[in-house]
């Protein structure tokens, strides 16, 4: 990168999660470029500093931009921000890859496990591109979308194998309101990130069915229990899953009415369909997307994770709400370590 310019950062796409970190990176001092898939959101965005689609009462920084074009978007840039589902990360990485920089950092912002692969958003991309996984970083905490965009006090914890790339990507996006912490623990911090969203669903659910705080504390604190189980067992270090990837997201998502996840398992509880939650959502859910994937994963290391497979199968329609709750509070007694 050229001592004479400030950073250039490409995001992608112009949704809740990558619409803030892009205006993160913009309060930090960063050039950024968001790729916008509809082409109204991309005008709205230069000509009136604002995305319609999901902040039409937030002013965006006027060194933010925005293009439809993926190249034009890649085009000299050193960062390179992913924020899409993370179900499709494999299909759109494959028509991106041909314009990314050789020496372009990935920095992933994906909370989720790739279905039929199992593999973490982090792992799709060094497969897909090629790029060593030391230029591939994962930004994840507590970080709801709303907050940040309203310039609300937040934290993170940015991950990398290389703590050099860690560090760059800490100063590309740290403000006076967003506080990034690093670390070399990527699998913890994806980890954490993918498996509270179903532990999310399982609070909502809790929620809609109008079980008060004794159950939703449970459903956290074994979540966070059968969290660690997983990523312990995967190479993680257990003090990533006490920290802003593993707890801090975790309280977050289960606690906030800005959560989607939540907000979700709350449709649920209150007797929706899976497909009336979706309807009533409208935003990519990933504890949903991910939840099988999960547990796939906890099966194949022989990790026990009664909540997301209690969760797994009520998404899947193999369980009631009534049997679901049955499930978790009918096991048999055990010490809690």
């Known amino acids: 990168m050229s001592q004479h ?112 692969t199992d593999l973490r958003a982090s792992e799709v991309i060094t497969e897909v591109t090629g790029i060593p996984a030391e230029r591939v ?21 940015v991950a990398c194998p290389d703590e050099a790339t860690a560090i760059r990507v800490q100063q590309m996006c740290h403000t006076s309101y967003f506080r990034p912490y ?20 399982a609070v909502g659910i809790a929620s809609g069915m109008g079980l008060g705080h004794n159950a939703q504390a449970m459903l956290i604190t074994r979540g966070l229990a059968e969290t660690t189980r997983l990523a312990v067992a995967l190479g993680a270090h257990p003090a990533t899953l006490a920290g802003l990837a593993g707890l801090g997201d975790l309280i977050a998502t289960c606690s906030s009415p800005l959560s989607r996840n939540r907000t979700f398992g709350t449709h649920l509880g209150k007797g929706l369909s899976v497909e009336e939650a979706t309807a009533a959502t409208r935003q990519t859910t990933e504890g949903v997307k991910s939840a099988e994937a999960i547990l796939g994963l906890a099966q194949a290391h022989g990790v026990d994770m009664p909540i997301t497979y209690v969760v797994t199968t009520l998404l899947s329609g193999k369980v009631t709400l009534e049997q679901a709750t049955a499930a978790l509070m009918q096991r048999p007694p055990k010490p809690e370590h």
């Open 137 to 157: 970083a994962v930004l994840s905490g507590p970080n709801l979308a709303r907050e940040i965009m309203a310039g609300q006090p937040a934290a993170a914890t």
């Open 5 to 116: 310019r400030p950073a250039r950062t490409a995001v992608f796409s112009a949704g809740s999660w990558g619409t803030a970190v892009a205006k993160i990176m913009a309060d930090a001092g960063t050039d950024v470029i968001v790729h916008a898939r509809r082409g109204e959101i991309a005008d709205a965005i230069n000509r009136e500093h604002r995305n319609p689609g999901y902040f039409p009462d937030v002013d965006l920084p006027q060194t933010l931009t925005a293009t439809t074009d993926p190249a034009t978007a890649l085009d000299g840039a050193d960062f390179l921000v992913l924020s899409i589902p993370a179900q499709s990360l494999r299909e759109s990485l494959a028509l991106w890859t041909p314009h990314i920089g050789r020496d372009t950092v990935i920095v992933s912002l994906m909370k989720g496990i790739e279905r039929d």
């Open 182 to 201: 690093t670390s070399t623990d990527v699998t913890g911090c994806e980890l954490g990130g993918a498996v509270k969203n179903v532990i999310a669903l």
